[in-house]
């Protein structure tokens, strides 16, 4: 079993910034890709930003590029989501994802389906 805890979120301006963090533990070993996705109320969980185990090869959604960057840390297991110029349609609560992957270079794809171990999540609220 693979644990995640998710730190970091909060409540910002619109405009603003936050940083993201999770933390996995438990049975990490071998390839794995990580993600974020988040949920608004009433909404579906998306995708936001995923990330092989390989760090180069990222994936994000179109409302996040340019604005969010993902990162690794393979030596501590864990994933970051760096968050600029926040606007409130990022509002929602933002949970880490995990799975485990055949090569090194996958990213684990854009459905929550596609992914094994979740997080609780953590809330971001930004305010306009």
């Known amino acids: 079993q693979v644990q995640l805890v998710e730190s970091g979120g909060g409540l910002v301006q619109a405009g603003g910034s936050l940083a993201l963090s999770c933390a996995a533990s438990?049975?990490?070993?071998?390839?794995?890709?990580m993600a974020w996705f988040r949920q608004a109320p009433g909404k579906e969980r998306d995708f936001v930003a995923g990330?092989?185990?390989?760090?180069?090869?990222?994936d994000y959604a179109d409302s996040v590029k340019g604005r969010f960057t993902i990162s690794r840390d393979n030596a501590k297991n864990a994933v970051y989501l760096q968050m600029n110029s926040l606007k409130p349609e990022d509002t929602g609560v933002y949970y880490c994802a995990l799975t485990p992957t055949r090569y090194w270079g996958d990213v684990g794809g854009t459905v929550p389906g596609q992914y094994s171990y979740w997080g609780h999540g953590t809330q971001v609220t930004v305010s306009s």
């Open positions: 438990g049975r990490t070993f071998g390839s794995y890709a």
């Open positions: 990330i092989a185990w390989r760090a180069g090869n990222t």
